[in-house]
């Protein structure tokens, strides 16, 4: 059985950064791709980042490029989201995503088969 564990989350100040990691388990190896999502309170979840496991390749939403860096440690089946200059738009719950399946719907919720139980992260102004 697969499982993603979210850690890192946290309370932080403006402009402030965190790091959020994934650990997967179960059929990690068999993963193609893993990403990070987001939803705010009354608002829906949307795309954050998310990478191809096999060559490292990123994509980002356009609200965190420049801000938000993914990455992967495939020996550790893990992978990491650093978010620097967060802002109080940034408070959400992140929910890490695996892709089992080839897709081409990295940047989009169907894109993912396996989900973690979330991670909250909330900035102060």
């Known amino acids: 059985q697969v499982q993603l564990i979210e850690s890192g989350g946290g309370l932080v100040q403006s402009g402030d950064s965190l790091r959020l990691s994934c650990v997967a388990s179960g059929r990690a190896f068999s993963f193609y791709g893993m990403g990070w999502f987001r939803q705010a309170p009354g608002k829906e979840r949307e795309f954050v980042a998310s990478?191809?496991?096999?060559?490292?390749?990123?994509y980002y939403a356009d609200g965190v490029k420049g801000r938000f860096t993914i990455t992967r440690d495939n020996a550790m089946n893990t992978i990491y989201v650093q978010m620097d200059s967060l802002q109080p738009e940034d408070t959400a719950d992140y929910y890490c995503a695996a892709a089992s399946f080839i897709t081409h719907y990295m940047t989009h919720e169907d894109g993912f088969d396996h989900w973690g139980q979330g991670a909250q992260v909330t900035v102060s102004s």
């Open positions: 990478i191809r496991l096999d060559d490292g390749f990123p």
